[in-house]
């Protein structure tokens, strides 16, 4: 198998409990990914689905026998007999489908569900029928299928949200862009059996959900639950955060525990003989077990039952200076032994060493981070600093940085400069400091504020040490932090000028791009947050105070945007391209040609983060790599120089 497309060639293994066959999603030449098994007793691989457009999801029935995918939406063309005849009335269509003449992938929006009966492609034909979903299927969520097959778990997106979800006052749903709600629907029917009437959190891969054995309900974990029909007490306590908490087919919903979006819980597993559930965290100490126990008045907590007994664990080993490694520990000696060295070669290359540091932004809030060290660091020399944004987690060896998208913090590290990768949300184990932040910085205008006081607090962290030239410190902005990098280099004070900057794939709070995305009101009401106001009549001030854009003619740091091949991409570089080359400033944009927002194929990432090692080496270290192919390069930033 191998694949040329933006998707991994193999992905989400899945055992069945016969323990022999393995499901996953692969992808052969020329072809469009698909669901496989394979028996690794007879080693017999076997295409299970065949979709006409690639499977980005899937999960199967106990035995395997009947499948629910999800399937990228075939793209298509907004003009046909119809449209041709009537014209095309615009409402809340994308800019960039209007100008392209077609409809584009929502990198927001699942595609189209499938279920796959048990037998339905036995002829090497796709026999899958279609379920149409109302509102459309939230990607971010994989469909989940009950053991027997006839139902399954949705997240789906709500077209109203009605009055009541607004009573509720964490944060995180507050700022939601986006309403999503879950639901069971019948597999045979298609039709709705449960509808969970809560708002829920679009938590990318951080939402974990499992099928009792009998196929009557399931387990949630983050799920905020709903607040008609309960006692006020209990009212104010669903309101104020999520829960792992049970579903069944009838709609009732029974909590288990609270949780915390920084300590996220997984269903580790649910015993039909006992009624037990275990969740599992990962802690600083290891993984951390809690059991439920299932009574006709509700779950409540349990000790370990006296038959449990703790499994060997099977697990990535990683850290700040330690490779990834698979490794299995045996629960009653605590001895670990390593399975699978999975990057041998990291033991022949010069690494940078990095550290955790702590610092005080320049607003006061105490800030994490970690630093890369060239490997030839020598004490008591300063050093160019890049600063990477958009966070930081000690336990990953992270070879880029926190993304591969625009990041290289090994490969910069490597050209003689110092690397700080840096943490833009409270620390993980200070609740209260991540409640404030949620509640009175997201989306406001004191969002970016308070990430260019991450920044200078940094700066000046660093060069008090000894270790930096303050004056040539650059800094690289991906998708969040592209409006938090452009906001700091507009709104620039003394002291703190950037002598180098790069951002790729993010909006950035320009007029340009308010007006492309304006006829969709939760797109406007983003910006207007953020801004404080809309972009007219008494809010216009506003706008010329903390727009980026509307203070761009204060830039003067050479900037190199990085587009991801999609046009609405390049639509948010648009207005701070054309305008920083209308003023003779140093600007380079440069596109790839497919590029997803975390970007897969190597060639795209050598463009962007390569590219942006040889922009950071030239304007920092004042230095050119010699390789003939990239003359034309440097003979370009040349002549941005003053």
């Known amino acids: 198998?191998?694949?040329?497309?933006?998707?991994?060639?193999?992905?989400?293994?899945?055992?069945?409990?016969?323990?022999?066959?393995?499901?996953?999603?692969?992808?052969?030449?020329?072809?469009?990914?698909?669901?496989?098994?394979?028996?690794?007793?007879?080693?017999?691989?076997?295409?299970?689905?065949?979709?006409?457009?690639?499977?980005?999801?899937?999960?199967?029935?106990?035995?395997?026998?009947s499948v629910l995918y999800m399937a990228e939406e075939p793209q298509s063309d907004i003009w046909n007999d119809r449209t041709r005849r009537r014209g095309i009335v615009v409402e809340e269509q994308s800019l960039a489908e209007l100008m392209a003449g077609r409809l584009l992938p929502d990198p927001n929006r699942g595609g189209e569900l499938y279920y796959l009966a048990a037998g339905a492609s036995a002829d090497g034909t796709d026999r899958a029928k279609r379920i149409e979903v109302p509102d459309g299927l939230d990607e971010d969520f994989t469909p989940l299928?009950?053991?027997?097959?006839?139902?399954?778990?949705?997240?789906?997106?709500?077209?109203?949200?009605?009055?009541?979800?607004?009573?509720?006052?964490?944060?995180?749903?507050?700022?939601?862009?986006?309403?999503?709600?879950?639901?069971?629907?019948?597999?045979?029917?298609?039709?709705?059996?449960?509808?969970?009437?809560?708002?829920?959190?679009?938590?990318?891969?951080?939402i974990d959900g499992k099928w009792a054995a009998d196929s009557t309900s399931a387990l949630v974990t983050l799920l905020y639950l709903p607040i008609d029909g309960v006692s006020a007490q209990e009212r104010q306590r669903r309101l104020s955060g999520p829960f792992t908490a049970e579903i069944d087919l009838s709609g009732a919903v029974r909590a288990l525990a609270p949780e915390q979006i920084l300590h996220m819980a997984r269903i580790e597993r649910w015993e039909s003989s006992?009624?037990?559930?275990?969740?599992?965290?990962?802690?600083?100490?290891?993984?951390?077990?809690?059991?439920?126990?299932?009574?006709?008045?509700?779950?409540?907590?349990?000790?370990?039952?006296?038959?449990?007994?703790?499994?060997?664990?099977?697990?990535?080993?990683?850290?700040?200076?330690?490779?990834?490694?698979?490794?299995?520990?045996?629960?009653?000696?605590?001895?670990?032994?390593?399975?699978?060295?999975?990057?041998?070669?990291?033991?022949?290359?010069?690494?940078?060493?990095?550290?955790?540091?702590?610092?005080?932004?320049?607003?006061?809030?105490?800030?994490?981070?970690?630093?890369?060290?060239?490997?030839?660091?020598?004490?008591?020399?300063?050093?160019?600093?890049?600063?990477?944004?958009?966070?930081?987690?000690p336990e990953l060896f992270a070879v880029d940085g926190i993304f591969v998208s625009a990041f290289a913090a090994q490969a910069l590290a490597n050209k003689d400069m110092l690397v700080l990768q840096a943490w833009d949300f409270p620390a993980k184990d200070n609740a209260a400091a991540w409640q404030q932040w949620v509640s009175t910085k997201v989306n406001t205008p004191g969002m970016h504020q308070l990430e260019q006081s991450i920044y200078e607090g940094a700066i000046d962290h660093l060069d008090k040490a000894g270790l930096i030239d303050r004056n040539k410190v650059g800094i690289i902005g991906f998708s969040f932090t592209c409006w938090s990098v452009k906001y700091a280099l507009s709104h620039s004070r003394p002291g703190y000028r950037f002598a180098a900057a790069a951002v790729s794939d993010g909006y950035d709070g320009s007029y340009f791009s308010y007006v492309a995305y304006a006829n969709k009101p939760d797109r406007a009401q983003?910006?207007?947050?953020?801004?404080?106001?809309?972009?007219?009549?008494?809010?216009?001030?506003?706008?010329?105070?903390?727009?980026?854009?509307?203070?761009?003619?204060?830039?003067?740091?050479?900037?190199?945007?990085?587009?991801?091949?999609?046009?609405?991409?390049?639509?948010?570089?648009?207005?701070?391209?054309?305008l920083l080359r209308r003023m003779n400033k140093p600007v380079e944009l440069v596109m790839v040609e497919d590029g997803t927002h975390t970007l897969v194929k190597p060639w795209d990432r050598m463009v962007v983060s390569g590219g942006n090692v040889d922009w950071f080496d030239f304007w920092l270290n004042g230095r050119k790599d010699p390789a003939a192919e990239k003359a034309e390069q440097y003979e370009r930033w040349e002549g941005m120089r003053p």
């Open 145 to 206: 299928l009950s053991p027997d097959g006839r139902h399954a778990l949705l997240r789906v997106f709500a077209s109203s949200a009605p009055e009541k979800w607004r009573a509720y006052t964490d944060p995180l749903i507050a700022h939601s862009m986006s309403s999503v709600q879950f639901i069971i629907i019948d597999t045979q029917t298609g039709a709705v059996r449960t509808r969970v009437d809560a708002p829920q959190l679009r938590a990318d891969g951080g």
């Open 526 to 578: 983003l910006f207007e947050r953020v801004i404080g106001d809309k972009p007219y009549e008494s809010g216009f001030q506003t706008w010329l105070k903390n727009s980026p854009s509307f203070n761009i003619d204060k830039v003067d740091t050479p900037l190199r945007m990085l587009p991801l091949g999609n046009p609405e991409s390049l639509l948010n570089d648009w207005e701070w391209f054309t």
């Open 1 to 65: 198998m191998s694949s040329r497309s933006n998707r991994e060639v193999f992905a989400s293994p899945r055992w069945l409990a016969d323990n022999r066959t393995l499901l996953f999603l692969g992808e052969r030449p020329g072809e469009e990914r698909q669901v496989f098994s394979v028996d690794i007793h007879t080693r017999t691989l076997k295409q299970l689905t065949h979709s006409r457009t690639g499977v980005s999801s899937y999960s199967a029935s106990a035995d395997g026998a």
């Open 274 to 393: 006992t009624n037990v559930a275990t969740l599992i965290r990962q802690t600083a100490d290891g993984l951390q077990r809690t059991f439920f126990k299932k009574q006709k008045s509700g779950w409540r907590a349990i000790e370990p039952p006296s038959t449990w007994r703790s499994p060997a664990e099977v697990s990535l080993r990683e850290g700040m200076n330690q490779p990834p490694r698979i490794v299995v520990l045996d629960p009653s000696t605590k001895q670990e032994l390593t399975l699978l060295e999975l990057n041998p070669q990291f033991k022949n290359l010069k690494l940078a060493r990095q550290e955790e540091i702590q610092w005080q932004a320049s607003d006061g809030t105490h800030v994490r981070g970690g630093l890369y060290y060239p490997p030839d660091y020598v004490r008591g020399k300063r050093y160019p600093l890049v600063i990477q944004t958009h966070g930081w987690m």
